[in-house]
């Protein structure tokens, strides 16, 4: 079975500074899809960024990019000019790209992110 | 993009009663849905993934008959919560796959159980 381990329950960083997220998987897949996803308190799950395992190209979104290790089983978010919408809860998740019931996301425990003014 | 609605967002229902949640896809058919439950500050626990037109496959832990999961059409799947205790009051969020692709994951916006 595939875990996603966050090992960092709290990170805080100042309005328009630079923070990085960490997030290490285990799967013996070698194909599969990781996702950060951004819970702000209205709770509402809010996809970040996707990588694709099969590309070496890290993924990026406007100020938000991944710097995905796939030897290594890592793929930590880093988050630029950090803006006070930032804050929330941000999840590291793991999806096989098989069928069936294997589509499920498995979540790792989330990082609680303070952005301070 | 996609659009997934959850109804009701919040819910109370006294113990021993049934409450049922939907969960909609609304401008896609989605063909497998899956329903997760969390706890204050605590990450999404995976409770059973639904399948249109065939039982669902519930995660290990997780009382099937306690927790009753419908899905008869590719847009909508419901979960039923029985005779509900106050154990049971927590956020409850569905999310659907589009089509057949498997690509993209869909979240609603959540549902919160109040049993008393």
């Known amino acids: 079975a595939q875990t996603v381990t966050q090992s960092q329950p709290e990170m805080s960083v100042q309005e328009a500074e630079t923070v990085t997220l960490s997030c290490t998987y285990d799967?013996?897949?070698?194909?599969?899809?990781l996702f950060w996803y951004k819970q702000p308190p209205s709770r509402q799950m809010i996809l970040v960024i996707r990588?694709?395992?099969?590309?070496?190209q890290n993924a990026t979104e406007n100020r938000f990019s991944v710097n995905f290790q796939k030897a290594a089983k890592s793929f930590s978010l880093k988050i630029s000019d950090s803006q006070l919408g930032d804050a929330a809860m941000y999840f590291c998740?793991?999806?096989?790209?098989?069928?069936?019931?294997?589509?499920?996301?498995?979540f790792g425990k989330g990082t609680l992110l303070t952005v301070n003014p | 993009g996609a659009v997934v609605s959850q109804h009701p967002s919040r819910v109370i229902c006294k113990s021993g009663t049934s409450v049922k949640i939907e969960c909609r896809s609304l401008?896609?058919?989605?063909?497998?849905m899956f329903w997760y439950r969390q706890f204050p500050k605590q990450s999404l626990m995976l409770m059973a993934t639904?399948?249109?037109?065939?039982?669902?496959?519930?995660e290990q832990g997780v009382e099937k008959d306690k927790f009753l999961i419908n899905h008869a059409s590719l847009t909508l799947s419901t979960l039923t919560v029985t005779s509900a205790h106050p154990e049971d009051s927590s956020f409850y969020i569905c999310?659907?796959?589009?089509?057949?692709?498997?690509?993209?994951?869909?979240f609603g916006e959540g549902s919160w159980l109040t049993v008393v």
């Open positions: 639904s399948n249109e037109g065939s039982k669902a496959t519930y």
């Open positions: 401008d896609f058919q989605a063909t497998t």
């Open positions: 998740a793991y999806r096989s790209r098989s069928g069936g019931s294997n589509y499920k996301l498995t």
């Open positions: 799967t013996s897949e070698s194909d599969y899809y």
């Open positions: 999310s659907a796959m589009s089509g057949n692709s498997g690509n993209t994951i869909y």
């Open positions: 990588q694709e395992a099969y590309k070496q």
